[in-house]
């Protein structure tokens, strides 16, 4: 079979999802040149790439796996091509993020905002998502680096902790109605709380901490919500107790907008990370990124401080 493997980058641009106008745009080709790439690269496999659903057009199953096979092997072709003529000086080019919410907008922000001031040729794409899907991404290549909350147990990513979150439960001053904070395991047992969701991950940890792992923890859930921004909303609306990283709430305690509970024996502590693929190709720009991305404060230069 011979087809014109030059085609194939128009397949992996459409097979992410994009509308071929998006695909064009990206590829810097008119819309017109990306279907009459697709229609010369169906005539090449003799199979369609694309059916109509009602009035869209999605991947065929024959292009979706064909989409998967480009997709997990061009981009280190082209990766490692790139690092062959590499000058080591040179920043351009595409890198591929995936991160957790809210942590990761908080971090990426003003590590974001350097790289892209200073590097005009360098181009990033965010994506957010829970850690049982980013690490997937990560491993197949769909995604260079990953900032993650729990540890990194595969045997093909490399990791290195950039931060460690507390754990915290808040409520707001409404929610006590004029009573007093409370602090004993008795008095929080019988407290309504927001959690993450049914798992109660971060939940569950402060409750160990506070009262050990004998002691039954609260049954009364209010609201079991898988977002921490809405957590933290429905607590500032005096709704119930949440638990929550410190990052995301220590200003509003500062302030005393938001109450922390105790008693606090032992604080929950949670690493966070940043994951890449061991054998990642090692081209300038992705260097660049990692750094800033394991960097206690972003950098001007992009070098790690």
Known sequence: ??????????????????????????????????????????????????????????????????????????????????????????????????????????????????????????????????????????????????????????PVLASRVIFTEEFWAICAKSYLNGAAPPKTVQELQQQRYIVFDDSRPMHDTWWRSVAGRRAAPPAAVACAVANLDEMLHLAEQGLGV????????????????????????SVPRNPVYVAWRKAAIETSRFKLVREQLLAKVPTRSGKSA
């Open 1 to 154: 079979m011979l087809i014109n493997y030059a085609l194939l980058p128009t397949l992996l641009e459409l097979g992410s999802g994009r509308t071929f106008a998006e695909t064009a745009k990206r590829l810097r080709l008119t819309p017109s040149a990306v279907s009459h790439q697709v229609r010369t690269l169906e005539q090449q496999l003799g199979f369609r790439l694309f059916e109509r659903v009602g009035r869209r057009a999605k991947l065929t199953s024959e292009a979706q796996r064909l989409a998967g096979i480009v997709g997990e092997h061009l981009p280190p072709i082209d990766d490692a091509i790139e690092a062959l003529l590499d000058d080591g000086r040179s920043v351009r080019g595409l890198v591929r993020i995936g991160g957790v919410l809210p942590f990761s907008r908080m971090w990426l922000r003003p590590r974001v905002t350097q790289l892209l001031r200073h590097y005009a040729e360098l181009r990033l794409e965010l994506s957010f998502g829970v850690p049982s899907l980013l690490l997937p991404k990560l491993q197949s290549g769909l995604l260079d680096l990953a900032i993650v909350a729990e540890p990194v147990e595969s």
């Open 242 to 265: 949440a638990v929550l990283p410190h990052y995301l709430i220590s200003e509003a305690v500062a302030s005393q907008r938001l109450v922390r509970l105790g008693p606090i024996k």
